[in-house]
């Protein structure tokens, strides 16, 4: 739902005292405003997404095909997304109505805007309470529609795994043949459908009583920028500098290697979606959601970036151990080279982060202390 920037406080009393009843909370004012502003938001947000933006339009033309239990059909992206717009907002009704004592993030962006342009029309400048709210629009902008296209794209991929599966045991194929067919790759699907599904909801919904309210968004550029860096479509022009060398499936002709490294992968990947397990509802790229020290957490400070990049590691050992056989020194060196960047990024994204947490009062500076590696328990 729509982020909060802040609590007006109500007038004559608590929020309880003035609101009797459904009614009286569907034709309260803040409630209309609240509503209208989101769903001009969520408005212009898909005429950009639809009509202006060649990267969305794209994703929204791709299509899934059900052929389970007789049902032959075909759903496409653009379909689901404007069937959860249609959910998303008949959600809002209640919500806004079971909260009135909130300002919608929204409308404290336009309110704060209004006011600028009121004060000087020329040099307009937001308050930080309106600041935070435009950069929380602009990130559930970038975001949400990214991670509900990654989601449906697992959820369709994972359906043909397992359908894969069913059908390859029943037949005659090698362990070897399984699991290069089916298996690995339902685990890998399924892992990072759970993945992208928390970052879904986290984006969608934040609820008082889930305690995942937005308390601030990454302030700075260069914040913004390395971690843009790594998302479709900026990270075009970071690959552009830093071929990817990794491989989701990495293939050894040595069965047991081939195995060891494969399964070591997935273990990367489920520790990875273990972290964002963790954040629950809190997930979300440039935000502070409140601390998380369980799980993972517990061990490292950036178990997912750790997770994540390990299996990018694993992955690349073919593509390493090809070029350092032929004696390709140079396509080696490259190679490392763009590991490295890639490692290097994430590394920054995680200072960057714990930079923005230390900002506010809220124990992020005493977790640093208890848990003191950042990627790997006792060496970084």
């Not at 935000?287 to 690349?316: D, M, S």
């Amino acid at each position: 739902m729509s982020a909060e920037a802040r609590v007006v406080p109500s007038k004559g009393g608590s929020p309880s005292t003035l609101f009797h009843g459904p009614l009286a909370r569907l034709c309260n004012r803040r409630f209309v405003s609240n509503y209208l502003a989101t769903l001009a938001f969520i408005g212009l947000s898909y005429w950009i997404i639809s009509a202006l933006s060649n990267f969305h339009r794209s994703m929204l033309q791709g299509q899934w095909q059900l052929g389970l239990l007789g049902v032959d059909m075909v759903i496409t992206v653009h379909a689901l997304f404007v069937t959860l717009i249609a959910i998303y907002a008949v959600i809002l009704i209640p919500y806004y109505a079971a909260y009135p004592w909130m300002r919608s993030t929204t409308y404290t962006f336009a309110q704060g805007l209004w006011f600028a342009l009121r004060r000087d029309r020329a040099n307009p400048q937001l308050s930080p309470f309106a600041r935070q709210a435009g950069l929380a629009l602009f990130l559930k902008f970038l975001f949400a529609p990214l991670m509900i296209n990654w989601c449906l794209i697992h959820v369709a991929n994972l359906t043909g795994s397992l359908l894969q599966l069913v059908d390859g045991a029943q037949s005659s194929l090698s362990a070897r043949e399984l699991f290069d067919t089916s298996l690995f790759w339902a685990a890998f699907q399924l892992i990072l459908f759970v993945d992208t599904l928390l970052f879904t909801i986290g984006y969608l919904i934040e609820l008082p009583g889930l305690g995942n309210r937005i308390r601030s968004v990454e302030p700075t550029f260069f914040g913004w920028f390395i971690c843009l860096a790594c998302y479709p479509p900026f990270n075009d022009l970071t690959l552009r500098f830093l071929e990817w060398q990794s491989s989701d499936f990495p293939q050894f002709s040595n069965d047991a290697l081939h195995f060891t490294i494969n399964l070591a992968l997935l273990a990367a990947l489920a520790i990875f979606s273990w972290a964002s397990i963790a954040l629950g509802f809190k997930a979300s790229n440039l935000t502070n959601r409140g601390i998380v020290t369980q799980g993972p957490y517990a061990f490292v400070r950036h178990p997912g970036y750790a997770a994540k990049n390990l299996a990018w590691w694993l992955g690349a050992l073919p593509v390493l151990a090809t070029s350092l056989v032929a004696g390709q020194w140079q396509a080696f060196a490259y190679s490392l080279l763009a590991l490295f960047g890639w490692t290097a990024i994430y590394a920054l994204r995680a200072v960057t982060e714990e930079r923005h947490l230390r900002m506010l009062d809220n124990g992020y500076a005493e977790y640093a202390e208890k848990v003191r590696w950042r990627f790997i328990p006792g060496i970084w």
